[in-house]
């Protein structure tokens, strides 16, 4: 694995279905948004799903919004993701997508010389050039040349010009479901896409499920 997607952040399976049916509710329902869980929530979570589906009221309703593109009411559902390690080149193809928010390590603060805190800049090494020589010779002359640079003076914002696309950095990414399942529907394997961001997006929807089991299935659908 060429990066690392540290746990997810976010709300709790309940908290978030409560907050799901707030939102949906909000749009067909008399009762103030404030209110719908505490008079309503008995009806969608204690009783079961009346499509033949599994699961509770909550579920078919949810479902039900899906299947229709109702989807403006799952993006208050936020998730967030603390990424090490991603290329920029997968960095570069993960922006183009819209509602995600990004904190990304900045090579103008953060020094990647042999003698800084970092050490020097780590780098990806995509499958296909794990094992070639002349790849990671590659890398050490950019880390050389980078260093040479810093040496003679030249600022780190300029230095970092010489460093390749393979070059690792570290984000926070939040985006809401809505995205996230687009995201996926594009970014997913078996979709044309890169490996790296192939297996970002797998990532993403495993730390999703694991907290979420209920949306499981929308990665699919979407």
């Given at each position: 694995?060429?990066?690392?997607?540290?746990?997810?952040v976010?709300?709790?399976?309940?908290?978030?279905?409560?907050l799901a049916?707030?939102?949906?509710?909000?749009c067909?329902?008399?009762?103030?948004?404030?209110?719908?869980?505490a008079?309503?929530?008995?009806?969608?979570?204690?009783n079961?799903?009346?499509?033949?589906e599994?699961?509770?009221e909550?579920?078919?309703?949810?479902?039900?919004?899906?299947?229709?593109?109702?989807t403006?009411?799952?993006?208050h559902?936020?998730?967030?993701?603390?990424i090490?390690?991603?290329?920029?080149?997968?960095?570069a193809?993960?922006?183009?997508?819209?509602f995600?928010?990004?904190?990304?390590?900045?090579?103008?603060?953060?020094k990647?010389?042999?003698d800084?805190?970092?050490?020097?800049?780590?780098?990806?090494a995509?499958?296909?050039?794990?094992k070639?020589?002349?790849?990671?010779?590659?890398?050490?002359?950019?880390q050389?040349?980078?260093d040479?640079?810093?040496?003679?003076?030249?600022?780190a914002?300029?230095?970092r010009?010489?460093l390749?696309?393979?070059?690792?950095?570290?984000?926070?990414?939040?985006?809401?479901?809505r995205?996230?399942?687009?995201?996926?529907?594009?970014?997913?394997?078996?979709?044309?896409?890169?490996?790296e961001?192939?297996?970002?997006?797998?990532?993403?929807?495993?730390e999703?499920v694991m907290?979420?089991?209920?949306?499981?299935p929308f990665?699919?659908e979407?």
């Amino acid at each position: 694995m060429a990066f690392e997607l540290l746990q997810y952040v976010g709300p709790g399976v309940q908290e978030s279905q409560g907050l799901a049916l707030t939102a949906i509710r909000t749009c067909y329902s008399a009762n103030k948004p404030s209110e719908i869980v505490a008079k309503e929530g008995k009806k969608y979570f204690h009783n079961e799903a009346t499509d033949g589906e599994k699961g509770a009221e909550v579920d078919r309703l949810i479902r039900h919004i899906m299947r229709s593109k109702h989807t403006s009411t799952i993006e208050h559902l936020s998730y967030t993701f603390a990424i090490e390690g991603l290329s920029r080149s997968a960095l570069a193809q993960l922006t183009r997508h819209r509602f995600f928010s990004f904190s990304v390590q900045s090579q103008r603060y953060v020094k990647m010389g042999s003698d800084d805190r970092s050490g020097g800049f780590d780098y990806v090494a995509p499958p296909s050039l794990s094992k070639s020589e002349s790849y990671h010779n590659a890398m050490r002359r950019s880390q050389a040349v980078y260093d040479e640079l810093r040496r003679s003076s030249v600022l780190a914002e300029d230095a970092r010009f010489i460093l390749p696309n393979a070059t690792a950095t570290n984000l926070v990414m939040t985006g809401n479901l809505r995205a996230i399942l687009d995201f996926y529907s594009k970014r997913q394997e078996g979709k044309g896409a890169q490996w790296e961001i192939a297996e970002l997006a797998e990532r993403v929807r495993r730390e999703v499920v694991m907290v979420d089991p209920w949306v499981d299935p929308f990665f699919d659908e979407m």
